[in-house]
């Protein structure tokens, strides 16, 4: 390869950014060409996805206790209980079959699963959101958003490893769950206090929620995507061998890890 009339010799990769580029000058010498990998827009993504998470949970949790009898002078403190009992154990049973029937699965399809938790978990949300409006099935709506937040707790965090291990290229794992977990923590904490001024003007419209609910998802799941789809796997799962073996049947070269991850679909379901 050449670049403006140098021979690039080799270059140097952290992760799936192009870091540096040893050149070759015409007398002989090498040159480093250091290009630092632009992440900025990257961690733009990552706290609007963790932003938008952490205010649409502050207002399921407002609709949540709502529903459960809070402010209201007729509800009782056992039937509330019950609820949360129900609600937690349903979600108990739900992780264990979740993680009976597909734990096999989320290493190799840790992209795919990771967007896949994420966007169940916007439907629990969604679902805790509206549970208020139908007393009658209140429980039966409480129940099935504890068994999705259950399953999207174990989707999550398996993936969420998987991850994390191949982001550690220098076998800094520790480093790494450390300061991703720091930068959560931090766009959360900004999440919660935007909530707390956000919850008491909305307490009383429905709408209003729905409205913020619906624009902050939309938001939430394409950062999610977005997310998701930068991510450039070096090793090779059902659908990326496939893809691999396809391009390279029909043109005679084999893809790089880049363009086999671009092509790699993501929604469940789909091969």
């Not at 969604?126 to 068994?147: D, H, K, N, Q, R």
């Not at 937040?149 to 989707?155: E, H, L, P, Q």
């Not at 220098?170 to 923590?185: F, I």
């Not at 209003?208 to 950062?223: G, K, S």
């Amino acid at each position: 390869a050449a670049c403006d009339g140098l021979e690039v010799i080799c270059t140097e990769r952290y992760g799936s950014g192009l870091s540096h580029r040893y050149l070759k000058e015409s007398n002989g010498s090498l040159v480093c060409d250091q290009r630092p990998t632009d992440n900025s827009y990257r961690s733009l993504r990552d706290c609007f996805v963790a932003f938008a998470s952490s205010v649409t949970g502050s207002l399921a949790t407002h609709s949540l206790l709502r529903g459960s009898g809070v402010g209201d002078g007729t509800a009782t403190v056992t039937a509330a209980t019950i609820t949360w009992i129900l609600r937690d154990g349903t979600g108990m049973v739900g992780r264990i079959l979740f993680a009976w029937m597909k734990g096999s699965r989320l290493d190799c399809d840790a992209k795919r699963w990771r967007l896949f938790a994420d966007v169940l978990n916007d439907v629990a949300i969604f679902l805790e959101i509206v549970a208020p409006v139908y007393p009658s099935i209140f429980t039966l709506i409480v129940c099935s958003a504890g068994v999705f937040k259950c399953i999207v707790g174990v989707a999550g965090g398996a993936t969420r490893a998987a991850l994390t291990v191949h982001q550690a290229k220098r076998d800094n794992m520790a480093d790494v769950c450390a300061k991703d977990g720091s930068q959560e923590t931090l766009v959360n904490l900004a999440g919660l206090i935007v909530s707390l001024f956000l919850v008491p003007l909305v307490s009383d419209c429905l709408w209003v929620t729905y409205i913020l609910f619906v624009f902050l998802t939309a938001l939430h799941l394409y950062a999610n995507y977005r997310a998701v789809r930068s991510i450039v796997m070096e090793t090779l799962n059902q659908s990326r061998l496939s893809i691999v073996l396809d391009h390279y049947l029909d043109n005679g070269n084999i893809l790089d890890p880049e363009a086999a991850n671009v092509r790699e679909p993501l929604l469940p379901g789909k091969q």
